[in-house]
């Protein structure tokens, strides 16, 4: 599985950004999720969804305010960011599991075996 991920960029708090991670290649992952990493600290889960069913789980500190969706005809996994703010700073990184992933660990980084570029996302006060 090759991951792209793309849509970061520089937004002030309080505004929005949308996060893109188009898969190609083998596309049987059980799970795809965000997790993000800021300078000096552990990459950190953010949200995640299964492909197949459509649900979805997310990290206390962005439920509310950031949606995971996916988009089977594309093989696209999306991540919408509102009310952004600077402690949302950090690389965003898309990952996808292998299809055999058990729920449990679709919310630790050692979940997934195929991860994007990153994608930076600097939020100003």
């Known amino acids: 599985v090759q991951l792209q991920a793309f849509g970061g960029g520089l937004v002030q708090a309080g505004g929005c950004l949308r996060l893109s991670c188009a898969a190609s290649g083998r596309t049987d992952s059980r799970f795809m999720a965000w997790f993000r990493q800021a300078p000096g600290m552990d990459r950190d889960f953010v949200a995640r969804i299964e492909w197949s069913s459509g649900y979805t789980a997310y990290a206390d500190s962005v439920r509310g305010r950031f949606t995971i969706s996916r988009d089977k005809t594309k093989n696209t996994v999306y991540l919408q960011m509102n009310s952004l703010e600077p402690e949302d700073m950090a690389v965003y990184y898309c990952?996808?599991?292998?299809?055999?992933?058990?729920?449990?660990?679709?919310?630790?980084?050692?979940?997934?075996?195929?991860w994007g570029q990153g994608t930076l996302v600097t939020v100003s006060s």
């Open positions: 990952a996808a599991s292998r299809p055999g992933t058990i729920y449990s660990a679709s919310y630790d980084a050692r979940g997934y075996h195929y």
